[in-house]
């Protein structure tokens, strides 16, 4: 793609973004899409995490849930907006710190079981620890904030909160990519060891990363909990980290704008399935099945290469020579 | 926040801490096995658990002896678990990450095909009846059944562990472990060896889903609740150990049923607190050689 079409691509989307709520009506739509950004937010965190770092989380659903519960219980404590979510952050924060310093003892697989087992902590304290987190319950956030003394109750205004938020989130990575430390992180993701040699530290470099990733899975998190206005166990599970891992593969990993899209998929495809059918769960399970035995490059990308081969395919049978499909389906 | 419990609570308490730690024992070692030959974290083992607990209970329903439908149900998921690892994880061989998820991907469907089948009610089968009663033993009764897990669970242990260390097979495995690319060279097919551990693991997973039915019942959830706790007694007693993995499960058998009664709100934390020592102190497991 040439760089001219590529900026008219992205003046294009977020010129539909910005009037979206003008010429989509229903506020059930413009919803779904803030749903979209939110989780496009959450899914580009775990993106620095799955494609420049090369660390595969299984528990970032368990640093969402801490920002999400913290600022819920913050607020229900009787906490102004501003100290709430600012604390939620915080407390992400050093929750972040700890999920890093542990699970970096290890990487590939012994990174993955260590996360999945944090996430479980986060999941068993809001499932079990009734006392705190009220249980299977969960939590309710009886309004949401004003800032600048504009309401964000109705579904535009939180729709365009939810944008400027996005657009921050999508800067700083864009700005995250292209510096020397995102360099230097893709560089302990393909040669650990040759980085090591060359005097940097290693350690403290995932070590950030995976704070920065934290402070937007944050983020994300209290955006859902204004969204949704209740925060439950669920949020907390694996199938919840399953899921934003899903986007992140889906799109495509180590792109930018890949977790976008995944977001947009998943999310569509969430509510799209739930409105006829309960098997959500099921339809994820064999999403995920199919995309890592037929797409493992992320769904885009994939189905762009199965529909060149189904032609070559057709062609060759017309008589015309191509290239022999086996050749061609090799990564 | 912390209950006082008297000491024949205590002895209870024990004797379930015991049962538990026999039923983890059965489903982690396969973990654990599998893990140690095929370098991935099989994300379905609390699904085959589940699965083998469900197929369980629909035998004994049907009237089915409770060991053979125990053993039945083993064989049943070793067949799923077998087709799942020759068609669909031998294709991405060597790309680790694809294949956990893949496992993942499979524990979903698992889970939902249960709930489909199933429905959402708890199932509680009663234990055999010759093993229905009480034992009574310093003035105290304990549940016979419990004792009996342990003892099935010590038996399959030993089972295993001269499987491992004295016969062929064992040798093999060991190699494999060790060193597949080497086992491959000298003449092992490792790949037959994968499926063959992953079938052992699952069944094993199945069987003790079975036999924990009459104690911990069965219920959507279990997987994801079991799964983890496989997790943890790999990392505490190290990947491919088999006496980590025994001792392991015991460890995660006494803090998960201490801490429910002492402490019911931080239960879950106290249970992972070993791991993370075991993590910050020595990463590779108690009895483990090689760092995950």
Redesign the interface.
Known sequence: MSARLRYGAIVVALALLATLPLWMGNSYYINITSQILLFAVFALALNVLVGYAGLVSLGHAGLFAVAGYSGALLLQAGFDHLTATAAAIGITLVASAIFAALSLRSTGIGFLMITLALGQIVWGVAYRWASLTNGDNGVNVSTRPAPFGVSLAGATSFYFATLIVFLLALLTMAIFVRSPFGASLRGTRDQARRMTALGYNVWLIRFLAIVFSGFWTGVSGLLFIYYNQFISPQVAALTSSAEVLLMVISGGTATLFGPIAGAAIVVIMKNVVSAYIERWNLVLGVIFVLIITFMPEGLVPGSVRLLRWLWQTLQSRSGASATRPSEELKP | MMTQITSAQAAILAINSLALGGLLFLLSSGFSLIFGLM???N?MHGSFFMLGAYLGVTLLNRGTNFWLAAVLSGLAVACIGGVIERF?LR??EG????Q???T??????????C??VWTGDPWQPSAPSELRGAVQAFGMFFPLYRLAILAVAMVIAIALWIMVDWTRLGAMIRAGVDDPPIARVVGIKVSQLFTLIFCLGAALAAFAGVIGAPYLSVYPGLD?EML?LA??VV?LGGSGSLLGTLIGSFIIGFLYNFGQAMF??????I??LP??LV??LR?QGLFGRN??
């Open positions: 370098r991935i974290p994300l669909l294709r991405l790309q680790v990450l694809p956990v998820l893949l993942l991907g499979f524990a979903f469907i698992i889970a939902d095909i709930l489909m994801f983890p997790l943890i990392i019911r709100d931080l239960a879950y934390v249970l992972f791991m993370l993590l910050v990463p760092v995950a």
